[in-house]
C-alpha cells in the first residue's frame, strides 16, 4: 500500500485518467474529490463490501427452494 501525506487542495494521479484531490479536511475526516472516466465504477468500500456479500449469498440457493420456485412458475403457465 502506498500511503501519502496531502494538504487540502492537493492530490494525486491513479494512471493517466483518475485524480484523487482532498478538498476539506473536517472534524476528524477527509472529503476527497475523484474526477475518473464515467465509464468506471467507483464505491466506498463498506458499500462493495456489502455488494460482494450479497452476490456471495445470491450464489446460495437451497434446493428445495428452486424446486418450489420451479413449481409456483409451472402452475402460472398452466394458468395463463
Known sequence: MLV???KAGEGIL??????VTVV???GGGVR???DAPGEL????QEVYDRIC??????TRWNL???????????GRKADQ
Open 4 to 6: 501519502l501525506t496531502r
Open 14 to 19: 491513479i494512471g493517466d485518467t483518475i485524480r
Open 24 to 26: 476539506e479536511l473536517k
Open 32 to 34: 476527497i474529490g475523484i
Open 41 to 44: 465504477k467507483i464505491y466506498r
Open 53 to 58: 456479500q450479497e452476490n456471495k449469498e445470491a
Open 64 to 74: 428445495a427452494d428452486l424446486k418450489d420456485l420451479s413449481s409456483t412458475l409451472s
